[in-house]
């Protein structure tokens, strides 16, 4: 069975750092590119970043210069690394196989001074 868990939310202050990390359990991590995705009370869900399986990152505007995708292929496992937080990064956070069905539970991270 294909799971994502992503891990690493929290409360933090703006200019404050946060890493998410999304576990992939079965063949997904190999097949698609992982895409990290938000979404803020009362608006719709957005894309955040994505890498694909060769190492191929591309950035919202919003977060370009702050965030960064990474991905360990031996631990199935991508990572958001979010930097210079700002209250507007509040979100709900999830990962995405892109072009799968495959979504996490995501992880809430609020930026709150």
């Known amino acids: 069975q294909v799971q994502l868990v992503e891990s690493g939310g929290g409360l933090v202050q703006p200019g404050e750092s946060l890493r998410l990390s999304c576990a992939a359990s079965?063949?997904?991590?190999?097949?698609?590119?992982m895409g990290w995705y938000r979404q803020a009370p009362g608006k719709q869900r957005e894309w955040v970043a994505l890498?694909?399986?060769?190492?191929?990152?591309n950035y919202a505007n919003s977060v370009k210069g702050r965030f960064t995708v990474s991905r360990d292929n031996a631990k199935n496992t991508v990572y958001l690394q979010m930097n210079s937080l700002k209250p507007d990064d509040t979100a709900v956070y999830y990962c995405?196989?892109?072009?799968?069905?495959?979504w996490g539970q995501g992880t809430q991270v609020t930026v709150s001074s």
């Open positions: 995405h196989g892109v072009g799968s069905n495959y």
């Open positions: 079965g063949s997904i991590f190999s097949i698609y590119a």
């Open positions: 890498i694909n399986s060769g190492g191929i990152t």
